[in-house]
């Protein structure tokens, strides 16, 4: 009998697009990782996404896709409805989250205060999801460093997956666009990107995270995007 690591072979590259039900591998070698399943002798793509070798592991990052609230997870929400125990917010998800009245804000909110002097409909905020519960219920806070209201700027909207891509290594791709532009800008976790600084250079920020956007599978993204904004900007940014 034939040893099956004898017979392995890899038959994908990495950051290639796959469609459900291609085989990726055959043989023991590899292992399957998010995405993909094992049948028989080969690894087989379980979604459409784009491959990720991992060591031996090969996994999917989906392609498309809403986004899926996780805990710790910092997201952009736009105030949707007030009650009188909190805020329910839009989480740019199937699932609306709420945000209590103790978490909030780190002051005492009075019996019957008037809620909106702090959230009030169509207003974005920054927050933090605490908790997800089976039955998708989510819960948020605005207790923690950088959680607060957005004032200003405007809010565009990405795929949740491209979100890594567009914050880049420890933050690299949007240190490089702060720095390029002079905008402040945040990103949620979410898929929604907070931008806030001169109208020109808001414009140029969302017309560089489109790029990233379409560019995101292909190699040597960073070095493109930094080529492609100190032709627009003039400034160096090496």
């Known amino acids: 009998m034939l040893q099956g690591d004898k017979m392995s072979k890899l038959l994908v590259k990495d950051k290639e697009v796959v469609v459900p039900g291609e085989i990726l591998a055959e043989g023991m070698d590899n292992l399957p990782g998010v995405g993909t399943y094992r049948d028989e002798n080969e690894i087989v793509a379980g979604r459409l996404g784009l491959t990720y070798i991992d060591g031996r592991t090969i996994k999917l990052i989906p392609l498309s896709g809403k986004y899926t609230p996780k805990r710790n997870d910092v997201i952009i929400c736009k105030v949707i409805d007030i009650n009188f125990s909190g805020w329910r917010v839009d989480t740019n998800s199937a699932y609306s989250a709420m945000l209590s009245m103790k978490d909030a804000t780190s002051a005492y909110i009075q019996k019957g205060a008037d809620l909106t002097q702090y959230y009030n409909l169509g207003e ?15 819960d948020i806070t605005m207790k923690g460093p950088g959680l607060h209201k957005l ?20 933050g690299s791709m949007v240190s490089m666009l702060k720095k390029a532009t002079n905008c402040r800008i945040i990103v949620g976790q979410n898929g929604l990107v907070w931008i806030e600084g001169e109208p020109d250079k808001e414009l140029l920020v969302e017309k560089t995270i489109r790029k990233i956007e379409e560019e995101s599978h292909l190699a040597g993204l960073t070095d493109r995007i930094q080529r492609f904004l100190e032709k627009e900007t003039n400034i160096k940014l090496g």
Do not use: E, M
């Not at 999801?129 to 989510?138: A, I, Y």
């Not at 405007?154 to 880049?168: A, F, L, Q």
């Open 151 to 170: 004032k200003g700027g405007r809010i565009i909207s990405v795929s949740p997956y491209k979100v890594p891509r567009i914050i880049g290594k420890q």
């Open 124 to 138: 974005y905020i920054v927050a933090n999801v605490t908790n997800v519960t089976s039955q998708k219920l989510v």
